[in-house]
């Protein structure tokens, strides 16, 4: 499932330079997706960032603002349809909470994240034509990036299979984390603490949201009813073994698209060359 989600991961974010004519290989979506999440789970995000950056840039002559953009678009997407599953499942478990308003808070929040996600492209659409200030100017090209993806019809189905992809290969690796330790979850609480977990790429102000994946796995656990012990041993399963596939896998793609070693290519990132 792992290998499922960073598939996944790499196509959401590639569909969206499609609308440029920007077209990557299965393999490239793969490997960069990869090479991305070992840069972020060694630095706060940049360092896998820049990776896919560089190779877009040299390989495809992809700009770095029509790169960012891209994973800028992708991310809001998912974490839209994140957001409203995740509202929809905790409103489905209120009758079994104690504290509705709980229930109510988390709808409070998902409903502001919604509102935050698509105000960027609001303002921008209706506000800031002909600002020069960078911020505006970078809200102003994403919002234009946005159209171009509406305008495609093709682009826009393929955006929503490959969030709705990524969030279940997101729930389906939570529900094999279970299952391992012998504790039978249902769906809606699955898909709860999937949906909760998954903003701590977002958050990012931890290198892999270390501590911010736990609180989230942990408070989202709590809220579905899921042992304190089996939360533990679920978030030390996924540290251990995520790190060991994704660094394996980076290492192949290392040498694949960079024609160099997985030490050499986080070197020359971390420090900037």
């Known amino acids: 499932m792992l290998l499922i989600n960073l598939y996944a991961s ?8 499609a609308s440029l004519g920007i077209n990557l290989s299965a393999s490239e979506s793969f490997g960069l997706a990869a090479l991305a999440r070992f840069g972020n789970y060694l630095s706060f995000g940049q360092v896998g960032f820049a990776i896919r950056m560089y190779y877009l840039k040299k390989v495809h002559q ?17 974490y839209l349809l994140t957001a ?20 109510r808070l988390l709808a409070l929040i998902g409903l502001a994240a919604l509102v935050l996600l698509v105000l960027p492209a609001l303002i921008g659409e209706t506000r ?28 826009s189905l393929l955006l929503c299979f490959w969030a709705l992809v990524l969030l279940m290969s997101f729930a389906a690796i939570q529900a094999v984390e279970f299952y391992t330790l012998g504790y039978q979850a249902n769906a809606t609480q699955i898909i709860i603490i999937s949906c909760a977990t998954s903003f701590a790429a977002l958050i990012n102000i931890t290198p892999a949201g270390l501590g911010v994946t736990e609180g989230l796995l942990f408070f989202s656990g709590e809220f579905a009813g899921v042992p304190d012990h089996i939360l533990i041993a679920s978030a030390l399963i996924r540290r251990a073994v995520v790190l060991t596939i994704v660094t394996l896998i980076s290492a192949a793609y290392a040498h694949r698209l960079f024609n160099e070693s997985l030490g050499k290519v986080w070197r020359n990132f971390r420090s900037g060359s």
């Open 10 to 17: 790499g196509r959401l974010l590639d569909t969206t330079l």
């Open 62 to 78: 992809v700009d770095v603002s029509q790169s960012f953009l891209g994973i800028a678009l992708g991310n809001i997407l998912f």
């Open 84 to 103: 409203s599953i995740g509202i929809v499942a905790a409103l489905a478990l209120a009758p079994q909470q104690e504290n509705p308003s709980i229930v």
């Open 128 to 155: 800031f034509k002909d600002s020069n200030n960078p911020l505006l100017v970078l809200i102003r090209e994403y919002t234009n990036l946005l159209k171009m993806v509406r305008d495609s019809m093709s682009i």
